[in-house]
């Protein structure tokens, strides 16, 4: 079946440093995939998406571009901030039945100032 | 800007007792989705329904946990007799599109059985 498979945290940063946070999935014909923030306490908020091969998501200076061919979805961003302090998921939407969301388990990005 | 609403925030209950939680939806959106979350996991789709008509529910454990939404607007997850291992945060989410582009989670019930 469908799934997604994300670095495993925690990842630590000083403020200004280049984040990387891997995601990879499993699925048949070409999903949507999709990167979620969750800050403590709180539901989960959209950060980017991405529905064809090669698109680029972007969104408050954090990217992921969709690739077909190592069937990835790294989510990254030049220059973290304290407030960037949460825990992220990518997500894929599957291509059938009910175009139901699987969910990586989540990686916690935790920046210093 | 629109946004998914739940309650209670926090429920504390004790094993054996009913519990239940409420969503409303972002206003038109067909597409309702309940999640569990367990602790240090992804969420987890429980149930999922297009208006009022369940389309998945292969996930939720029936011999306890019931949805309903019954006007296909605002729903509601009930756990009956509630157990040790549901502790777990419970989120809603709502789409405009059976597709599940975009989906938009509500705050999430907290929910704990001692």
């Known amino acids: 079946g469908d799934s997604v498979t994300q670095m495993e945290g925690p990842v630590t940063l000083s403020e200004e440093a280049f984040l990387t946070i891997n995601c990879t999935y499993t699925?048949?014909?070409?999903?949507?995939l999709f990167w979620y923030v969750q800050y403590p306490g709180e539901g989960l908020q959209l950060l980017l998406k991405?529905?064809?091969?090669?698109d680029k998501g972007s969104n408050k200076g954090f990217e992921a571009t969709y690739r077909k061919e190592t069937t990835s979805f790294h989510l990254e961003k030049g220059s973290v901030q304290v407030s960037d302090s949460a825990v992220y998921f990518c997500?894929?939407?599957?291509?059938?039945?009910?175009?139901?969301?699987?969910f990586g388990t989540g990686t916690r990005l935790k920046v210093l100032a | 800007e629109a946004e998914v609403a739940q309650s209670p925030r926090y429920k504390i209950t004790e094993k054996s007792q009913a519990v239940a939680f409420w969503c409303d939806p972002i206003?038109?959106?067909?597409?309702l989705y309940w999640y569990r979350q367990i602790l240090g996991q992804g969420p987890e789709l429980l149930v999922q329904?297009?208006?009022?008509?369940?389309?998945?529910d292969s996930q939720l454990p029936k011999d306890r946990f019931s949805a309903e939404r019954l006007k296909g607007v605002d729903s509601t997850l009930k756990i009956q007799p509630a157990e040790l291992g549901d502790s777990a945060m419970y989120l809603c989410a709502s789409s405009s599109t059976r597709r599940g582009y975009e989906q938009y989670f509500g705050p999430g019930t907290r929910l704990t059985v001692t």
């Open positions: 699925a048949t014909g070409y999903p949507s």
């Open positions: 997500a894929l939407s599957a291509t059938s039945g009910t175009y139901k969301y699987i």
């Open positions: 206003s038109g959106h067909a597409t």
């Open positions: 991405a529905t064809k091969a090669d």
């Open positions: 329904f297009q208006d009022e008509s369940v389309v998945d």
